[in-house]
């Protein structure tokens, strides 16, 4: 069974630079993952952020980033802002034809 | 812009079949792929499958034996049907449209718990 990881919690402070990453049980995740991230405060929907690895989806800030580093996938946020303190979900498309989330990043602003 | 509305019943029995409506507004459901996601309360997000508007599916191989996805283009609608549902199926589903890999863009989720 595939699963997708996920650092449980991490925390930035206000102005400072936090990356996030996304790694699988069975190997190593690369750009045919087509890593996606995926922004979510307590009781909003989802927003996407960043996809095909690399691309911020619409109306995404710059301050946002996505990369493969080592054997992960990994969103950078720069410049934390107070508002970027939420839950954070990446998602890789997997053997079979079918998306496997991660456990979600609780990222915290302090 | 495309917006997406689910709908059904909050409050499925255990064991019996939940069913939910996607109705799709200021777009068409064709050309697109569309996905159902789901939501534990205070868990994460799990990908239940995706439909193309000409019905071809896949399904998370862990729900695929109970969950049907389908698609109604004359009301640019889509569904989810899944049987036997317990206490675990207690979520907040989602409809989302599926873009490039990614989901780019979600309903606001509806809220079905799972009762005995």
């Known amino acids: 069974q595939t699963v997708v990881t996920q650092e449980p919690s991490l925390s930035v402070s206000p102005g400072g630079t936090v990356t996030l990453t996304c790694g699988l049980n069975?190997?190593?995740?690369?750009?045919?993952?087509?890593a996606s991230w995926y922004q979510q405060t307590p009781g909003q929907t989802p927003r996407p952020l960043m996809y095909?690895?690399?691309t911020r989806s619409s109306g995404v800030p710059d301050r946002f980033s996505g990369t493969i580093l080592g054997n992960r996938a990994a969103l950078t946020i720069t410049g934390a802002q107070a508002d970027d303190e939420s839950d954070y979900y990446c998602?890789?498309?997997?053997?079979?034809?079918?998306?496997?989330f991660g456990p979600g990043t609780k990222v915290t602003v302090l | 812009q495309v917006r997406l509305h689910e709908s059904g019943p909050g409050l499925v029995e255990t064991s019996e079949t939940l069913s939910l409506t996607c109705s799709v507004s200021?777009?068409?459901?064709?050309?697109?792929?569309w996905s159902w996601i789901r939501q534990p309360p205070g868990k994460g997000l799990e990908w239940i499958a995706y439909?193309?508007?000409?019905?071809?599916?896949n399904y998370n191989p862990s729900l695929k034996s109970r969950a049907t996805l389908s698609v109604d283009t004359s009301k640019n609608q889509l569904s989810l049907k899944m049987t036997s549902v317990a206490a675990a199926d207690t979520a907040v589903y989602y409809c989302?449209?599926?873009?490039?890999?990614?989901?780019?863009?979600w309903g606001q989720g509806i809220l079905v718990t799972v009762s005995s």
């Open positions: 989302v449209r599926y873009g490039f890999y990614h989901f780019d863009t």
């Open positions: 439909i193309y508007y000409n019905g071809d599916t």
């Open positions: 069975s190997g190593s995740v690369s750009t045919t993952h087509y």
């Open positions: 095909n690895t690399n």
């Open positions: 200021g777009g068409s459901v064709t050309p697109y792929w």
């Open positions: 998602v890789l498309h997997v053997s079979g034809d079918i998306y496997v």
